[in-house]
């Protein structure tokens, strides 16, 4: 797939400078990370009871396991499916427990090093191919993405902008990426945002995907004209540009922002617990370093405040907010932080249920649909309620593939079946958001 599009744009002056830096802040690759998951494992369990909940969640503290689903040792209880990678030291005591305690579990993937190395395989091939095209079926690092963004900048100047809105704590820029029909009206907006946890590789891939699919499509696809004519997009293809950086380089299972604590080692802030909306209440932590840790105040992030800035500067045009994170195969609304109805739930229930039937019509998947707090769990200060509540009524946050076959380490094979599937659901939404709702 080649780089979309004809050279030229008004605002690409000023952005080598950017790339320039960026590259000089983003080192090479250091795959297979060390062989550090040599032996490691990943299995699956369901405490029955409250003892083996009580035990399970005795054991994880001990042992410094890491929770894959859910993403907090808080939520594990009686009945929730539970996937934990477990490191090697560790996996002995811990399978020795649950034989002692008959408790029944699966091994999902029995050798994690080997599953990352399957995973990098392609990633090596691909960074051979020519500079002139673009795989969109492959995983990207930080660096790749960003020049790819720069590229269409260049290329597209009639439907692309792309601006930065602030840095990140290592210095990182935060760039947007504006879709649409440039136009002096009024105009609506969508704000698409992905990899705010820096494990989730399939949500930037996602990103990219949309992008290319808007403008590959936007003179044939009748309903693609019409989203880019009636709105702008907001696309921010990675959030978490420290974490997801991290994780291509140091640790593939980075979840968390990349600041430093004053009083701990430890590293990062759950950027999607870090928002201003019930901050650090239920399914937040206070200790940073638990993987849910909600941060030393409100948008103590460098990147959480940057996003937040722009969207209360945009929230009278912004009608739409979509967040995308693996794994789960979900479509969310509000609320996370409390069981309760939302006032225009009517509209938001039929653009969800709408959203998911298109999805299942590509490839059959399955996704589950409703409010977070119900369909996943209760969670304090995310991105979605912060939208919601802030006047954005569109909040929608996206669980994708799989169910926990393969987890975070979906093949990329598997990119192009979830993307054009996320793809209908996404265009679903939008057309939805055009029609009569509020």
């Not at 698409?192 to 494990?199: L, S, T, V």
């Amino acid at each position: 797939m080649k780089f979309l599009g004809k050279p030229g744009s008004h605002t690409a002056a000023f952005l080598p400078l950017c790339w320039l830096l960026l590259k000089m802040l983003q080192s090479g690759h250091c795959h297979p990370y060390d062989n550090r998951y040599a032996g490691d494992k990943v299995i699956r369990l369901t405490p029955k009871t409250e003892e083996e909940v009580f035990a399970l969640k005795n054991i994880y503290r001990q042992l410094q396991v890491d929770l894959w689903q859910p993403s907090s040792i808080s939520y594990v209880s009686e009945g929730t499916v539970t996937d934990v990678h477990i490191p090697q030291n560790a996996s002995r005591t811990l399978l020795a427990f649950l034989q002692e305690a008959h408790i029944q579990y699966k091994v999902l993937i029995e050798d994690l090093q080997k599953a990352v190395e399957n995973e990098n395989s392609s990633q090596t091939q691909r960074n051979r191919r020519s500079l002139s095209e673009y795989n969109y079926e492959v995983y990207h690092s930080l660096e790749d993405i960003q020049s790819w963004m720069y590229h269409l900048n260049q290329t597209q100047p009639g439907l692309v902008q792309v601006f930065s809105i602030g840095r990140s704590y290592e210095g990182r820029p935060l760039f947007i990426l504006q879709l649409g029909r440039k136009s002096r009206a009024y105009k609506r907006a969508v704000w698409i945002d992905c990899g705010i946890h820096a494990r989730e590789w399939i949500g930037p891939a996602f990103c990219q995907w949309f992008a290319r699919e808007a403008l590959l499509t936007y003179k044939t696809d009748p309903a693609m004209r019409k989203m880019l004519n009636h709105l702008y997009f907001y696309i921010m293809p990675v959030f978490n540009v420290d974490g997801y950086h991290f994780s291509w380089t140091h640790d593939r299972f980075w979840r968390k922002t990349r600041s430093r604590n004053s009083r701990f080692r430890c590293r990062g802030v759950d950027a999607n617990r870090n928002w201003k909306v019930k901050w650090c209440d239920e399914g937040a932590s206070a200790h940073p370093c638990d993987d849910t840790y909600c941060g030393p105040f409100p948008e103590s992030e460098p990147e959480v405040k940057a996003v937040a800035d722009f969207l209360r500067k945009h929230r009278k045009h912004i009608r739409a907010y979509l967040s995308f994170h693996a794994y789960a195969q979900m479509l969310l609304y509000p609320y996370s932080y409390k069981h309760a109805t939302i006032p225009n739930f009517s509209c938001v229930e039929f653009a969800a249920h709408k959203a998911v039937k298109a999805l299942r019509s590509a490839h059959g998947i399955r996704y589950r649909h409703g409010p977070a707090s119900q369909t996943l769990y209760i969670s304090s200060g995310n991105s979605m309620d912060w939208a919601y509540k802030n006047g954005i009524p569109y909040a929608f946050a996206f669980e994708l593939r799989d169910t926990g076959q393969f987890g975070f380490l979906l093949p990329e094979m598997l990119i192009k079946p979830t993307c054009t599937e996320t793809m209908l659901a996404v265009k679903n939404i939008t057309l939805h958001l055009l029609k009569k709702c509020p």
